[in-house]
């Protein structure tokens, strides 16, 4: 079973096993964020190393008094703190790019035989989609007769309706005469 021990002196201290393959590390005694206590295996008693630093008094066991455990509940915290900080430090270093992605749509030019509409896959920025008609190569000098009209549909986007749009070629209509 794990045994808690501090260290005692006023800087830090590390434990190693020679081959680098373990190193344990204290902070000094007193230290604000509870480093100077921590739990060590029993594999790391064992050690002569270890044996020899308490020997010496850099190292002394104790048993987990209400102070101790205080110590031990701030370096939760403090790593509780760390990993947030790390967790905003990442999250703010993406770049979020919205709506700026290449989307498809049919392109609203007239069919070539027949009624309906051309329906090409025209790639386009999703946010720009709106700002003019989405037109193939062969109709793209049709687009000063395209208007948006609303359908009177809503989608919900989020927490906001978003009216739905589409585009439609403007005509004339037969002269009335009175």
């Keep these: 079973m794990p045994v808690l021990v501090q260290n005692t002196q006023a800087g830090p201290a590390v434990l190693s096993d020679g081959t680098n393959k373990l190193a344990l590390e204290w902070q000094g005694k007193g230290d604000p964020s509870g480093g100077d206590v921590q739990y060590v295996p029993d594999d790391v008693v064992d050690m002569v190393q270890f044996v020899k630093a308490v020997r010496q008094g850099i190292f002394v066991v104790v048993e987990a008094s209400d102070e101790v455990k205080a110590k031990l509940d701030i370096q939760s915290q403090q790593f509780a703190k760390r990993q947030a900080a790390q967790d905003e430090a990442a999250k703010a270093s993406i770049e979020h790019t919205a709506n700026n992605d290449f989307v498809s749509f049919p392109c609203v030019g007239p069919a070539d035989r027949g009624a309906g509409t051309c329906d090409r896959p025209v790639p386009v920025r999703e946010k720009t989609k709106d700002d003019s008609p989405i037109l193939c190569d062969r109709h793209q000098s049709l687009a000063g007769e395209y208007v948006q009209v609303d359908t009177g549909v809503s989608v919900e986007k989020g927490d906001a ?18």
Excluded: D, H, I, Q
């Design 161 to 178: 309706l978003v009216p739905v749009k589409k585009w439609v070629r403007a005509s004339l209509g037969a002269r009335e005469t009175a």
